[in-house]
C-alpha cells in the first residue's frame, strides 16, 4: 500500500473516530464506514491490519490523555502544590536523582513522557542524549506492562 493511500485512509478513520460514539462502534463498523467513504475495499488482510493499528493507536492514545486528564483533576482535588517547570517550559513530574527526570514535554505536536538526564551548564539544566521519550501510546504500553516489570525484579532479588 503505498504512503498517499495510508495516509488518505488514517486521515479517513480518524475522522470517523473522532465523530463516533467509541462505546458503541466497532472496529468492523469503522472500517466499512471508511470503505464507503473512501470506495476502496479495506478487508483485505494488508488493510484491515492497517485500519486495526489506526484504531489501536487512537484508543491507546485517548486512554493516556483520559488518564492524563484523571491524575490532572485527583491533583487539583487533593490540593497538591504548584507544579514545577523546566528551563525549556516541560513540566516536571518527578525527579528521580539529581541528573534524572521524568518530564512531560511537547515536540512536533505529539507529548511524550520523558525519562532523561540533564547536566548544568552556565545555571541552567539541560537535557543531555542519555534518555528515552515515549509516545502516548508507548506510555500506555509501558504503563500496562508495570505488573511484569515489579514481579521481574522481586524474582531476581530473591535469587541474591
Known amino acids: 500500500m503505498d504512503s498517499e493511500t495510508s495516509n488518505t485512509i488514517e486521515e479517513t478513520i480518524l475522522e470517523i473516530l473522532k465523530t463516533c460514539n ?8 469503522i472500517r466499512k464506514m471508511a470503505s464507503e467513504k473512501l470506495g476502496l475495499d479495506l478487508s483485505d488482510p494488508t488493510r484491515k491490519k492497517f485500519v486495526r493499528q489506526v484504531v489501536e493507536k487512537f484508543l491507546a492514545e485517548e486512554q493516556a490523555k483520559a488518564e492524563a486528564n484523571e491524575e490532572e483533576e485527583d491533583e487539583k482535588s ?3 502544590g504548584d507544579k514545577e517547570y523546566d528551563d525549556d517550559g516541560d513540566l516536571i513530574i518527578c525527579r528521580l536523582s539529581h541528573k534524572r527526570r521524568v518530564t512531560i514535554t511537547e515536540f512536533k505536536g505529539k507529548t511524550l513522557v520523558s525519562i532523561r538526564e540533564y547536566y548544568n551548564k552556565e545555571g541552567k539544566e539541560l537535557p543531555t542524549a542519555k534518555g528515552i521519550s515515549l509516545t502516548a501510546e508507548q506510555w500506555a504500553t509501558f504503563k500496562k506492562n508495570i505488573p511484569g516489570v515489579e514481579e521481574a525484579i522481586k ?3 530473591s535469587r541474591s
Open 155 to 157: 524474582k531476581m532479588e
Open 78 to 80: 487533593s490540593g497538591a
Open 22 to 29: 467509541l462505546e458503541e462502534v466497532t472496529e468492523l463498523k
